[in-house]
């Protein structure tokens, strides 16, 4: 049996200040045809919050409650953080690693589904960064972890807090998970996955309310079709058939990043004002114990 003498929390990077924004838009969408008013539509979203994303900070608190959660139960293993498109970059983080004489990596991934986006590009990105650094660690991403209760519980929960927050008559569940091509590899893994966990989220939430799987934050060209129908679309159809109170429940994502902070608490809640819906959205999981706690049995269990 091989050993892990390390955990390496891998995410997307984000910007932090007015002027990373440009250049971590150009990170990300380097030769990825993506118009260009797309990019500026997306920077100017950055902007409204000052240049910051929230996703760095979300990082580093998940970072300290793995660290706490390791202590806590006698795994004593330093936690690595490094992302795909911003400071700190995955290939000063696999270098840091070999310096400190890490041999063998357990890589937790903030994205929990299949598919090129979620997990593959991932893997790509390690691996280039491995390219990059002589004698670096080998690195393992551990295993997608969407159907685990780590994940599921604390959806549940918040859905079911969400939901309780609204008047019981026409009220209506709304999933929401990130858009992505419909070329894309990896996409019917991806939709399974979010229809499993939408399906069981819901189930234990509330049997008997209706409930949707609807996607967000669709990029690229109009030509190029993507995962629907759009969740502001959606919005509208709801209201059409007499729904008066929607609880959104952002599954395709684990903490409050901007497609959560702007698409759905700026947009979808713009939307759904305007048509006169009353709308929720449900929290992630983010640094909720069950969920920190699943970096150490993904571990664990290799
Ligand atoms: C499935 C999926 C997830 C969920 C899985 C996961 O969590 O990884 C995700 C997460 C994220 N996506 C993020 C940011 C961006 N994604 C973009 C563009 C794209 N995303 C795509 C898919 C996904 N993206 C795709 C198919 C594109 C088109 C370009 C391409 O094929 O690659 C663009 C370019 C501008 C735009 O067009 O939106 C930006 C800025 C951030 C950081 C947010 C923050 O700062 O808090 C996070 C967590
Ligand atoms: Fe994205």
């Not at 892990?4 to 045809?33: C, H, I, K, Q």
């Not at 840091?96 to 994205?111: C, E, L, N, Q, W």
């Not at 609204?166 to 929401?176: C, N, S």
């Not at 949707?212 to 209201?239: A, F, I, K, N």
Request: hydrophobic share 40%.
């Amino acid at each position: 049996m091989s050993t892990y003498d390390a955990l390496l929390l891998v995410s997307f990077g984000g910007p932090e200040g007015p002027g990373d924004v440009m250049p971590f838009l150009e990170n990300v969408t380097r030769g990825r045809g993506i118009p260009r008013e797309r990019l500026e539509a997306v920077g100017d979203h950055y902007h409204l919050f000052g240049g910051v994303s929230p996703i760095n900070r979300q990082c580093r608190e998940l970072k300290a409650a793995i660290e706490a959660d390791f202590a806590a139960h006698g795994v004593d293993l330093p936690v690595y953080w490094g992302n795909r498109n911003w400071d700190p970059y995955l290939t000063g983080t696999v270098r840091r690693m070999k310096d400190d004489g890490i041999r063998r990596a357990a890589a937790f991934v903030t994205s929990a589904y299949s598919g090129y986006s979620c997990s593959d590009q991932y893997v790509e990105d390690i691996e280039r960064a491995r390219a990059e650094v002589p004698g670096a660690p080998e690195i393992d991403k551990l295993p997608v972890y969407c159907l685990r209760p780590g994940f599921v519980d604390p959806f549940t929960d918040a859905a079911r807090e969400a939901l309780e927050s609204l008047p019981e008559a026409a009220r209506h569940l709304v999933f929401t998970a990130h858009s992505v091509p419909l070329s894309q590899a990896g996409r019917v893994d991806y939709v399974a996955e979010l229809e499993q966990v939408a399906q069981r989220v819901a189930e234990r939430t509330a049997p008997g309310v209706p409930w949707s799987l609807v996607y967000q934050s669709r990029s690229g060209p109009p030509s190029q079709p993507w995962l629907e129908p759009d969740v502001c679309d959606h919005l509208e159809e709801l209201r059409a058939k007499g729904v008066t109170a929607v609880a959104v429940v952002p599954i395709g994502f684990v903490s409050d990043h901007m497609e959560v902070k702007y698409d759905l608490d700026v947009e979808a809640a713009e939307r759904a004002a305007e048509l006169g819906l009353d709308y929720v959205r449900a929290a992630t999981p983010h640094t909720d114990p069950r969920f920190v706690a699943l970096a150490r049995e993904l571990l664990l269990e290799r």
